[in-house]
C-alpha cells in the first residue's frame, strides 16, 4: 500500500497570508490526524478527521481549520499567518477498529512551512 | 504541563549493544503507548507499541515495556545497528471521553550508534 501522502512539501509564505496544506491517507483509513513540530514545542496535536467530521482538537486558536473530504483526503488551513506558524506540519492516517479506540498513526513526510 | 516525558535528550551506543530509551508520563488514564523513530526532514516512522493491558511487546530486535505502577516505559534496541541513529519519540493516547484519539508526544531523545 501507498503510505501516507502529503503536498506541498515545502512552502515559503509572508505574514498575513494564508495556506492550505493538503494530506491523502493510506488507502482504507478514514481518520486523518494533524499535527505541528516546531524546535521549542516538539510534536503537538492540532486536530483529528474522522468521515467527514472533526471529532478532536488539540489547543490551537481558530486560525487553524481543517476538513476532510468523503474520499478521507484532508486539508487544513491556517489564515493570518504569524511567524511563529513555521514549523513542520505532518498528517497521519490511521484505520479505528472496531471495539478498539486506541489505534496506531502513520505518518506522512510532512510539508515545511516558512513564514516569512 | 508535559504529560509525557522523555528525560534524555541524547543517548550514544556502540553498535552492537544494547539501546535503551525511557519514557515517563504523568497522567493515569493513558492505556496506549508508542515509539516512533525520525529522521530529519521526514514524517515519524511507527516501531512499536503496546496496550496498557501488556507490560511487554517484541518485535525482532524492538522491544518495549511498560511498567504501569511507575508510570514508565522503555524501548530496548537489542543488538543496535548505525541505521538505528535517528531521533526517537515516545507516544500516548488515552480514552478521555472524548471520541477520537490524539497522541501525546515526548520531545524525543537523539540517539546515536557508532560503529
Known amino acids: 500500500k501507498a503510505g501516507v501522502t502529503q503536498t506541498p512539501r515545502y512552502l515559503i509564505k509572508t505574514r498575513g497570508q494564508q495556506v492550505t496544506l493538503s494530506c491523502s491517507p493510506i488507502s482504507g483509513h478514514r481518520s486523518v490526524s494533524w499535527y505541528q513540530q516546531t524546535p521549542g514545542q516538539g510534536l503537538q496535536f492540532l486536530f483529528e478527521?474522522?468521515?467527514?467530521?472533526?471529532?478532536n482538537k488539540g489547543n490551537f486558536p481558530g486560525r487553524f481549520s481543517g476538513r476532510q473530504f468523503s474520499n478521507s483526503r484532508s486539508e487544513m488551513n491556517v489564515s493570518t499567518l504569524e511567524l511563529g506558524d513555521s514549523a513542520l506540519y505532518l498528517c497521519?492516517?490511521?484505520?479505528?477498529?472496531?471495539?478498539?479506540?486506541?489505534?496506531?498513526?502513520?505518518f506522512g513526510p510532512g510539508t515545511r512551512l516558512l513564514v516569512l | 504541563d508535559q504529560q509525557v516525558k522523555q528525560n534524555s535528550p541524547s543517548l550514544s551506543v556502540q553498535e552492537g549493544r544494547i539501546s535503551i530509551l525511557n519514557c515517563d508520563y504523568t497522567?493515569?488514564?493513558?492505556?496506549?503507548f508508542l515509539w516512533y523513530k525520525k529522521y530529519p526532514a521526514e514524517g515519524p516512522t511507527f516501531l512499536i507499541s503496546i496496550s496498557s493491558i501488556k507490560d511487554k511487546n517484541e518485535d525482532g530486535r524492538f522491544t518495549v515495556f511498560l511498567n504501569k505502577s511507575a508510570k514508565h516505559l522503555s524501548l530496548h534496541i537489542v543488538p543496535s545497528q548505525p541505521g538505528d541513529s535517528a531521533v526517537y519519540f515516545c507516544?500516548?493516547?488515552?480514552?478521555?471521553?472524548?471520541?477520537?484519539?490524539?497522541?501525546?508526544f515526548g520531545k524525543g531523545t537523539t540517539l546515536s550508534v557508532s560503529s
Open positions: 497521519a492516517s490511521s484505520q479505528p477498529k472496531t471495539g478498539l479506540r486506541s489505534e496506531t498513526q502513520y
Open positions: 478527521y474522522f468521515s467527514e467530521t472533526q471529532r
Open positions: 507516544a500516548a493516547s488515552g480514552d478521555f471521553n472524548q471520541a477520537g484519539t490524539a497522541l501525546i
Open positions: 497522567n493515569s488514564m493513558f492505556d496506549y
